[in-house]
């Protein structure tokens, strides 16, 4: 796999000194799950709404909708924050779309576009109150799903039956037939990956996912049979905190002795995590530097550009790229 080149790469932006550790968020950095996670939002939405709710969305739609909500409208609440969770995200789509469908039918607010309602959510975000929490607020008691059905569903949807007998012991209630959805994720990087940051003198290696425990024990076992080893040192899941809180970031650096290093995401969320912890720095307390790369799309540049990303490239590999110059001089000066 050819390395992927950095997109862009912030002029101050010079990599701490020591440099040691790399931690990764992993759906869209790690694993490619625009078939897993994000289409399990869409046919969540679609059940919830449709068989849950009883709404014909399609009729009612005067049939000019092939789906309730689109890839694009999840993209943009994961630009937006408060979204890393795909059941909250899930929660938020499918509130939307029943009170449009229901409690807001006739009105003007059922009309409003995607894009006012992710700015919205952004600046919630921005003022941590985001999230969930901030879907309470917008959307209509009547119209909000009961978040444990909400979360069965889901993970049938993106399980199967036969791994929500292997992770959870339990059948499925819903969607008894439903193949699963993990089987179709895919990994973004080289096998050699991991043993090359090594060479490079990167020491610490870990992950600070959104994925609760038995998502991670799934992606750690095809990583591990993928790379032919665990190059893990920490892992914090979604059990242990919640993006974008910084203790995230704080209880890895703490677990591996970070010197110096660089967090790299590619959502909204990701980037909050590192720039949060920034910003909860307590005076007379040095805490390591920590840089925030972002994986991101062509029409994304500008946007974590103005955020305050410190690197942007197109996929994780770009790391090399990234990496590769200043840590060879550093070896060479040393020596």
Do not use: C
Not at 246 to 270: C, E, F, S
Request: hydrophobic share 40%.
């Amino acid at each position: 796999m050819a390395t992927a080149p950095v997109i862009w790469r912030r002029p101050a932006a010079l990599l701490p000194q020591p440099f040691d550790s790399i931690f990764f968020d992993v759906d869209g950095v790690l694993l490619k799950t625009t078939a897993s996670f994000r289409a399990a939002n869409i046919a969540v939405t679609e059940y919830i709404t449709g068989e849950v709710n009883g709404l014909d969305w399609r009729q009612q739609a005067a049939d000019t909708l092939d789906t309730l909500i689109t890839p694009f409208d999840i993209e943009l609440f994961k630009q937006a924050g408060g979204f890393n969770s795909d059941w909250d995200l899930s929660y938020l789509m499918t509130a939307l779309s029943t009170a449009r469908l229901r409690e807001w039918q006739g009105e003007s607010i059922a009309q409003r576009p995607m894009q006012e309602w992710a700015a919205l959510a952004h600046e919630a975000a921005l003022q941590e109150r985001g999230g969930r929490a901030w879907v309470d607020t917008i959307v209509p008691a009547s119209a909000r799903p009961d978040y444990a059905l909400l979360t069965d569903i889901y993970n049938e949807i993106y399980w199967g039956a036969a791994e929500l007998r292997k992770r959870f012991k339990r059948e499925p209630r819903y969607l008894p037939d439903a193949p699963g959805l993990v089987t179709k994720e895919e990994i973004l990087y080289a096998p050699d990956f991991f043993r090359r940051l090594r060479a490079l003198g990167v020491r610490h290696l870990g992950m600070i996912t959104g994925r609760n425990t038995p998502e991670v024990e799934s992606a750690q076992e095809r990583m591990e049979a993928y790379s032919g080893e665990r190059w893990w040192d920490v892992v914090i899941s979604a059990d242990d905190y919640l993006k974008p809180d910084p203790q995230a970031l704080r209880a890895a650096i703490a677990q591996v002795g970070t010197q110096g290093g660089l967090y790299i995401g590619d959502t909204a969320d990701d980037f909050d995590l590192v720039r949060r912890y920034r910003a909860t720095h307590i005076e007379g307390k040095p805490e390591p530097e920590i840089l925030a790369a972002m994986v991101i799309y062509e029409y994304e540049i500008e946007l974590y550009k103005q955020r305050g990303a410190d690197a942007l490239m197109h996929s994780v590999e770009g790391l090399l790229d990234l990496l590769a110059p200043s840590l060879t001089f550093r070896e060479e000066v040393q020596k």
